[in-house]
Every structure is written in structure tokens, then in C-alpha cells.
């Protein structure tokens, strides 16, 4: 287990030359960019979306389409997929007609998506002999994706991940192994719980600080100097806040499974609910986080 990061990407020259092509099924606010910094790179690349204006301008930067997914598998030696749930995971993986049954011995199955370890494991135990399959979970939201600066969380076979290496170091900052295939997935589960609950308490912190009559743009500046700083801190007013809901109920539904209480989570599911990016922007200048009845 350990970190790998990044080394230097080959000269376009060489990189054109690499036989390994990568399909990308799923072209949205994640794998878009993937697709783009390989295709900047010049790995080949092939791409399937159920969009498809995505798939269109996709092609536009070099990419071939798939027709279908049995398509994608056999042009593809490595398949990230980047779809939103573990049931559209299930969908395009498994059954006669899903990703599955057209890959070929040697070539691998990139789990990105957020999604629980069994369904990993469903995938796993229907690939067939010679396929592998890797979760490797993204950490680093959209701004890291369209950066090519993602943090890779991987579980499954170390010497299968160091095979196929070169073709995730044009879109990742740092890859780390976890450890057997659904250790990716735990431990994106783990920084998303930090991460929601980092956002509630800077923001209930900034409001309380206001309340007593404190600015909030000089306290979060004064905080950045000290040990609370976070990168949560520094760039709250770029995130999305998303998936929260299902960030956090994949992080209990782990904990259930090993009898652990995480009363955080749900503190955390509770707060989010009421948080939206317009009251985190009229915090962060200076307004209320949730303003008062008739105020």
C-alpha cells in the first residue's frame, strides 16, 4: 500500500505511440475533464454518454464514440466509469448487453464512481477470467477534476493498478492503494464524512463569530493564519455542495455494517439540509448564514 505521485506524462511524440486506449462511459462534471486531460496527453480515447452534446464535444477534442457499450468495451483496454449511482453502475457493467461481457483478458474496469463496496464486489464477481477491476474512487470535486488534479483513492491489486498507472497520472495529483478492492470506496466514504462535517462547523463557527458582532471576512482571514486553517476554509465560496445526501448516507450505512454509532454523519445530513450556495456567499460576505425571522 502507499502513494504514488505523479511522474512526468511522456512527450506527445511518445505518447501517441502507447497502445493502451482508455474508454471513458460517462462524460459529465467528472469525466469530461478525465477524457480531456487524457486526450490532451495523447492517450487514445473512447467515450460513451447517454448525452450527446457531451459525446459530441468530446469527439470535437479527439475522442472516438462508441456506439454502444459492448463497443466501448472491445476498443477499450481500460474503462473508467463515471456514472452517478451504484444502480447505474449495476446497469452498465452487468447483464447480457452491459460493459462486462465485451471486454477482453488483460484489460481493466475502473470503478470512479461513489459507490458502496459490495457493488464493487457484484462487479468484480461477474467480470470475466482475465478482467480486472479496481475501484478507484475520485477525491478533489470538480475544480480538481477540470484541474487534472484529482486524488485517487484505490482499492484492488496493487500490480494491476501499477500496470495501468501511466494512464492515471495525466488526470490525478496523487494515487494512493488502499488495500483489497472496496478499500477505495471506504475511504472516500471517510473524506466525505470530514468533509461535510468540516462545512457545517466552519460555517455554524463564522455565524456565531458574527452574531457577537465579529466580521466574518476578517475572522476567516485571521483563522486561515492559524490551527484551524482547512482548505474547507480557504474555498468554501468555490464549492458546490453537493451530494451531501448521499455522501453521508453511504458513510452510515459502512458504519451500520461494523456496528459503529457516527452521530457526525447525521449531524452533518441534518445541517446540510439547510445550506445552500447563496447562504454560504452571504455568509462569507459578511451576512447572515440563515437570516432571522423578519430581519
Same mark, same amino acid.
Given at each position: 500500500?502507499?502513494?504514488?505521485?505523479?511522474?512526468?506524462?511522456?512527450?506527445?511524440?511518445?505518447?501517441?505511440?502507447?497502445?493502451?486506449?482508455?474508454?471513458?462511459?460517462?462524460?459529465?462534471?467528472?469525466?469530461?475533464?478525465?477524457?480531456?486531460?487524457?486526450?490532451?496527453?495523447?492517450?487514445?480515447?473512447?467515450?460513451?454518454?447517454?448525452?450527446?452534446?457531451?459525446?459530441?464535444?468530446?469527439?470535437?477534442?479527439?475522442?472516438?464514440?462508441?456506439?454502444?457499450?459492448? $463497443?466501448?468495451?472491445?476498443?477499450?483496454?481500460?474503462?473508467?466509469?463515471?456514472?452517478?449511482?451504484?444502480?447505474?453502475?449495476?446497469?452498465?457493467?452487468?447483464?447480457?448487453?452491459?460493459?462486462?461481457?465485451?471486454?477482453?483478458?488483460?484489460?481493466?474496469?475502473?470503478?470512479?464512481?461513489?459507490?458502496?463496496?459490495?457493488?464493487?464486489?457484484?462487479?468484480?464477481?461477474?467480470?470475466?477470467?482475465?478482467?480486472?477491476?479496481?475501484?478507484?474512487?475520485?477525491?478533489?470535486?470538480?475544480?480538481?477534476?477540470?484541474?487534472?488534479?484529482?486524488?485517487?483513492?484505490?482499492?484492488?491489486?496493487?500490480?494491476?493498478?501499477?500496470?495501468?498507472?501511466?494512464?492515471?497520472?495525466?488526470?490525478?495529483?496523487?494515487?494512493?492503494?488502499?488495500?483489497?478492492?472496496?478499500?477505495?470506496?471506504?475511504?472516500?466514504?471517510?473524506?466525505?464524512?470530514?468533509?461535510?462535517?468540516?462545512?457545517?462547523?466552519?460555517?455554524?463557527?463564522?455565524?456565531?463569530?458574527?452574531?457577537?458582532?465579529?466580521?466574518?471576512?476578517?475572522?476567516?482571514?485571521?483563522?486561515?493564519?492559524?490551527?484551524?486553517?482547512?482548505?474547507?476554509?480557504?474555498?468554501?465560496?468555490?464549492?458546490?455542495?453537493?451530494?451531501?445526501?448521499? $455522501?453521508?448516507?453511504?458513510?452510515?450505512?459502512?458504519?451500520?455494517?461494523?456496528?459503529?454509532?457516527?452521530?457526525?454523519?447525521?449531524?452533518?445530513?441534518?445541517?446540510?439540509?439547510?445550506?445552500?450556495?447563496?447562504?454560504?456567499?452571504?455568509?462569507?460576505?459578511?451576512?447572515?448564514?440563515?437570516?432571522?425571522?423578519?430581519?
Amino acid at each position: 500500500m502507499g502513494v504514488l505521485r505523479r511522474r512526468r506524462w511522456p512527450a506527445r511524440g511518445e505518447a501517441e505511440s502507447m497502445e493502451t486506449t482508455v474508454g471513458v462511459l460517462g462524460l459529465g462534471a467528472m469525466g469530461f475533464p478525465v477524457a480531456r486531460h487524457l486526450l490532451a496527453a495523447g492517450v487514445p480515447v473512447v467515450v460513451r454518454d447517454v448525452d450527446p452534446q457531451r459525446v459530441a464535444a468530446a469527439v470535437a477534442l479527439g475522442a472516438r464514440a462508441a456506439g454502444s457499450l459492448a $463497443d466501448l468495451a472491445r476498443e477499450s483496454d481500460v474503462v473508467t466509469v463515471l456514472v452517478p449511482t451504484d444502480d447505474d453502475v449495476c446497469a452498465v457493467c452487468l447483464g447480457a448487453e452491459g460493459l462486462l461481457g465485451g471486454l477482453r483478458a488483460g484489460s481493466a474496469v475502473l470503478l470512479c464512481s461513489s459507490v458502496r463496496p459490495q457493488t464493487c464486489e457484484l462487479v468484480a464477481a461477474a467480470a470475466p477470467q482475465g478482467v480486472d477491476v479496481l475501484d478507484t474512487a475520485l477525491t478533489g470535486g470538480v475544480r480538481g477534476a477540470e484541474a487534472g488534479e484529482v486524488n485517487l483513492l484505490v482499492g484492488g491489486d496493487a500490480e494491476v493498478l501499477e500496470r495501468i498507472r501511466p494512464v492515471l497520472e495525466p488526470w490525478t495529483a496523487a494515487i494512493h492503494h488502499l488495500g483489497a478492492l472496496g478499500a477505495g470506496q471506504v475511504g472516500k466514504a471517510a473524506n466525505n464524512l470530514v468533509h461535510w462535517a468540516q462545512i457545517c462547523a466552519v460555517t455554524e463557527a463564522l455565524e456565531l463569530a458574527r452574531r457577537f458582532g465579529v466580521s466574518v471576512p476578517v475572522l476567516r482571514r485571521a483563522l486561515m493564519d492559524g490551527p484551524t486553517d482547512s482548505r474547507t476554509l480557504r474555498e468554501l465560496d468555490q464549492m458546490r455542495l453537493t451530494w451531501h445526501a448521499k $455522501d453521508l448516507a453511504n458513510a452510515a450505512d459502512l458504519a451500520h455494517q461494523v456496528q459503529l454509532d457516527i452521530p457526525i454523519a447525521e449531524t452533518a445530513r441534518e445541517v446540510m439540509r439547510g445550506i445552500a450556495v447563496a447562504d454560504v456567499a452571504r455568509l462569507l460576505a459578511g451576512g447572515s448564514l440563515h437570516p432571522l425571522p423578519g430581519g
